[in-house]
């Protein structure tokens, strides 16, 4: 009898130690699991954190910025420092890195700080095919391609409610230093043969065009000598989304291409007595308003020129 009792009390005894591995088993299991979770949400907390770059390469490209300088004229920012200008702090508010985008932001706003010949401020790079150079630029016969990935991040609304519009890219023409003393002019600012706005959500596109196309060369150096164009507007509306535009230009002829799958081509009179111009691209924002308070941020993530 007593051994009896005793063997049930053993076999107890041996029950609960394996019940009680059991779970200390069990309580282990579920500790490795909660372990391979955090692990998990770690990993996606760190490629939430990656940084993402724009493919820009801005050696060959000024800025100017909607600030003054102690002259009171637009601060730029050229090669190499411009290279530089994330750390270059007159520039922050103006442009920037968005590194969770991978993009240059251009930021714009109405300031006293205006280029000669024009009400608005821009954020806006100036193509320099000498870095620091501006008296080097290319003309229709030689060429040049730009192509660009960009969206409009921000802008405001006029009194109507309508978007603020603003110009994302240019052509503009140059006059020589013997064109310029030729006409007697202060300056060597020719007319843009090319500005692509941002219009309310859609990409609209205007040119030049000679008043008289029997205009002597001479004659059609003069800015009065050009007028703009109509307009034209794309039929796809791009709103605040990314999209590709892409300028190709050649001895007579300007295309404008958006998103790979509608073109506008330029190909007349006015595209042939252009080519006595020098020119040059521009990308940014242009911001066309002096509404107080307004302003339009403008996001690139890539832009390619070649020639």
Do not use: C
Not at 92 to 116: C, E, L, N, Q, W
Not at 128 to 151: I, R, Y
């Amino acid at each position: 009898m007593k051994n009896f009792r005793r063997n049930i009390l053993l076999i107890a005894f041996i029950a609960f130690l394996s019940a009680n591995a059991t779970s200390q088993n069990k309580e282990s299991s579920v500790t490795e699991s909660d372990v391979k979770v955090e692990k998990k949400s770690k990993k996606k907390k760190k490629k939430k954190k990656k940084v993402k770059l724009p493919n820009i390469d801005l050696s060959h490209w000024k800025v100017t910025l909607p600030v003054a300088n102690e002259e009171g004229k637009p601060v730029e920012i050229s090669p190499p420092e411009i290279l530089d200008f994330a750390s270059i702090e007159v520039a922050k508010p103006y442009m920037y890195i968005d590194s969770t985008k991978g993009a240059i932001v251009f930021h714009a706003m109405p300031t006293d700080s205006k280029t000669r010949n024009t009400k608005y401020t821009r954020s806006e790079l100036r193509e320099q095919m000498v870095p620091g150079e501006n008296n080097v630029n290319w003309t229709f016969a030689q060429g040049g391609k730009l192509k660009a990935k960009l969206a409009m991040d921000e802008t405001t609304r006029d009194s109507n409610g309508k978007y603020h519009r603003t110009i994302v890219l240019q052509i503009h023409g140059r006059l020589t230093n013997e064109q310029r003393d030729l006409i007697g002019a202060d300056d060597n600012n020719a007319p843009p043969i090319l500005k692509i706005y941002w219009d309310k959500g859609k990409i609209r596109v205007k040119t030049k065009v000679l008043k008289n196309p029997n205009a002597t060369d001479m004659a059609l150096l003069h800015e009065e000598a050009w007028d703009n164009d109509k307009g034209f507007n794309f039929e796809q509306e791009v709103g605040f989304r990314k999209f590709t535009l892409e300028v190709k230009v050649s001895e007579g002829k300007m295309v404008v291409i958006l998103n790979g799958s509608e073109f506008k081509v330029y190909e007349n009179i006015h595209m042939r007595r252009w080519g006595v111009f020098e020119n040059y691209f521009k990308a940014g924002n242009y911001f066309q308003s002096r509404d107080e308070g307004a302003y339009s941020k403008v996001k690139f993530y890539e832009l390619e020129v070649s020639h």
